[in-house]
């Protein structure tokens, strides 16, 4: 790295990316340097920096035309740009809503889920007292949770935190993009770094945005972008030690390399013993409900999630309110559950496993 001294400014340059390199790891350690070199900045380093990063060698720049092919980015650490640390302000730990005890489903499911758990709980003991960190030295942990809607993907999520006794940061892919190139990337940066300083459980929905195949040649600048992100993502599952909890309808479109940072459970859709379940945990003792309100009755009506369930029962409760009667009944419930299923896109219905998702 070399002074090149600008007058009032203080200025670098970064040499040594070699020109073979993939572009999306080249932008990655660019991004990642200048993002250093703002943050020294701020924290009383000298302003205004300006910093270059190239895959020339040294002298190169004061010696005549480029040879080969180079890249190059250069930004100055104003006092208007954000830190890495405070983008993670952005991205607030809440309560779980949800535990265990609200979740049904099939033992193998919950089975995969509490051995993630316990690998957490017992960090210290596996990688540090039995050495396994000599071989895993950053030991994360990332569970990606598959399954059509509705099959209580986010319930999960909230109850693994509340087991760990932690606090949860919901995110989509959507709040991390921008319109703007090498935001995305830092964005992501910055959610994981909230997660590690606020001791959190990080769940990403629809992480089908972050976790799909990169582009194998990128002719466009959102192409790039979007490799970059991705890029971003190995990364960040490679380094952090928390739990990562991922939420997918789509885990066909994610690419391989994520398949060995990531535990697979699968969400099946709630098959009838599993409904009348679910039906139970979704009526709360303080509603009042006629002698005639049955789960196993209800649990009757096939091709609906736990979710599903979840609105009939707050329409049906509205419903029983908005027209002065005193109980909600099974009909009432029936009538709802209907209004839901016939209110659908035209789409092809989920397909009733043997065993169930729960509700969420």
């Not at 190239?54 to 650490?77: H, V």
């Not at 499911?109 to 690998?119: F, G, K, P």
């Not at 319109?179 to 940066?189: I, R, S």
């Not at 959190?200 to 002719?219: G, I, K, N, P």
């Amino acid at each position: 790295m070399r002074n090149l001294g600008r007058g009032s400014r203080t200025a670098f340059a970064v040499t040594g990316i070699p020109g073979g390199t993939d572009d999306v790891e080249a932008a990655l350690l660019r991004t990642r340097l200048i993002e250093a070199a703002k943050e020294f900045s701020g924290r009383g380093g000298p302003r205004p920096l300006t910093v270059t990063v190239t895959n020339q060698p040294p002298g190169a720049a004061e010696s005549g035309p480029r040879a080969g092919p180079t890249a190059e980015s250069e930004a100055e650490a104003g006092p208007d740009e954000p830190s890495i640390a405070e983008r993670a302000r952005r991205f607030t730990a809440t309560p779980p809503l949800y535990t265990f005890d609200r979740l049904v489903l099939p033992d193998r499911t919950l089975d995969q889920l509490l051995r993630a758990v316990h690998t957490v709980e017992q960090r210290r003991v596996l990688f540090d007292e039995w050495g396994l960190r000599e071989i895993q030295p950053h030991p994360g942990s990332a569970i990606n949770l598959e399954g059509a809607p509705g099959t209580g993907k986010t319930l999960a999520a909230h109850a693994l935190a509340h087991r760990l006794g932690r606090p949860l940061i919901p995110a989509r892919a959507s709040q991390l993009e921008s319109k703007y190139h090498g935001e995305g990337p830092k964005n992501l940066a910055a959610l994981f770094h909230a997660a590690r300083e606020q001791g959190a459980v990080l769940f990403l929905d629809e992480a089908d945005a972050l976790m799909s195949s990169r582009f194998e040649t990128t002719t466009h600048g959102s192409e790039h972008a979007v490799n970059a992100m991705r890029s971003e993502m190995l990364t960040a599952l490679d380094s952090h030690e928390g739990l990562v909890v991922l939420a997918t309808n789509l885990v066909t479109s994610y690419d391989t390399a994520f398949d060995s940072r990531v535990w697979h459970v699968r969400f099946p859709a709630p098959d009838e013993a599993a409904r009348a379940g679910i039906w139970r945990r979704h009526l709360p003792e303080a509603l009042p409900l006629a002698e005639d309100v049955s789960p196993e009755g209800l649990a009757g009506v096939d091709e609906v999630t736990g979710r599903d369930i979840r609105r009939a029962v707050i329409d049906a409760a509205a419903e029983v309110l908005r027209t002065g009667r005193p109980r909600v009944r099974q009909a009432d419930l029936l009538a709802a559950v209907e209004r839901i299923k016939a209110g659908r896109p035209c789409r092809a219905a989920p397909t009733p496993m043997s065993m169930s998702g729960g509700p969420g």
